[in-house]
């Protein structure tokens, strides 16, 4: 199993914090959200991984090689990182890797319990997303299910202001690819859109149409609240601080 990290993103909600600090970067409970994710990739055994950079793309570089000396990570520069979306930078690193494995992909904007990444790659199925019972005050994007599976995506701005959440999950922005769906049907749709169609929308537009083939469809694993929380301003940080704490001093205990 391998993986790919999206760190591309300037965390424009972040602000300030993020002016001085990639919000990757920011300091959680002794960690980082970028540290959490790849020590739980790395315990779990899933390597190689590759980081897309772009905003403050040294620092993450600095991170990397100061905090995982001699790790199977490399970065992969999304130079257009300011005036595109994420379908760029994933297809970007699709575009890096070879297959030999299936591949987990992350969001760094994302606090997870570690035992996530071996739940994920041990679900059935060959396409899986983390998901989570939609709840007040969350943001991004969300999906309908059936039968277990993803059968509507829709990304944030499709959410118009009469959009109904009471039968949606919300996306952990967490996700287990099969190799051959990556190679032969996501990757061909990234680069499409990402080079020729609009590389300023988000790479879930591409899994929105892909989970309504039948070979392609993506499981949706649906975890417990407790185990993840999602950074995206200065207030989620404040919280995702004390939650984190919190949980460890109980886990100590």
């Known amino acids: 199993m391998q993986a790919v990290i999206l760190t591309a993103g300037r ?9 001085t600090c990639h919000k990757a970067l920011l300091e959680i409970a002794g960690n980082t959200i970028l540290g959490r994710a790849l020590d739980s990739l790395l ?55 070879t297959y030999e494995d299936d591949v987990i992909l992350v969001e760094c904007d994302l606090l997870f319990e570690p035992h996530l990444i071996t739940d994920l790659i041990s679900y059935p199925g060959k396409n899986v997303a983390l998901v989570d019972h939609y709840r007040t005050g969350m943001d991004g994007t969300v999906v ?74 993506i499981s949706a694993q649906v975890v417990p609240e407790s185990d993840w929380v999602e950074v995206d301003d200065p207030n989620d940080l404040a919280a995702a601080r004390f939650a984190f704490r919190d949980m460890e001093r109980h886990t100590q205990l």
């Open 144 to 217: 309908t299910t059936e039968d277990g599976y993803v059968s509507q995506v829709f990304p944030k701005n499709r959410q118009g202001k009469d959009f109904g959440y009471h039968d949606k999950f919300k996306t952990l922005n967490i996700y287990r690819f099969d190799r051959l769906f990556c190679q032969g049907a996501l990757l061909p749709m990234l680069s499409t859109y990402a080079n020729k169609v609009d590389p300023a929308c988000y790479y879930e537009v591409a899994l929105g149409m892909l989970a309504n083939i039948p070979e392609h469809r």
């Open 11 to 19: 965390g424009r909600r972040m602000e300030p914090l993020s002016a």
């Open 43 to 97: 315990v779990a055994g899933v390597a190689p991984i590759t980081i897309v950079t772009g905003y403050r793309s040294d620092d993450i570089a600095s991170f990397v090689s100061i905090r995982y000396p001699g790790a199977p990570i490399r970065l992969v520069h999304n130079e257009r990182y300011d005036t595109t979306n994420n379908i760029v930078s994933l297809a970007l690193a699709l575009e890096s890797l």
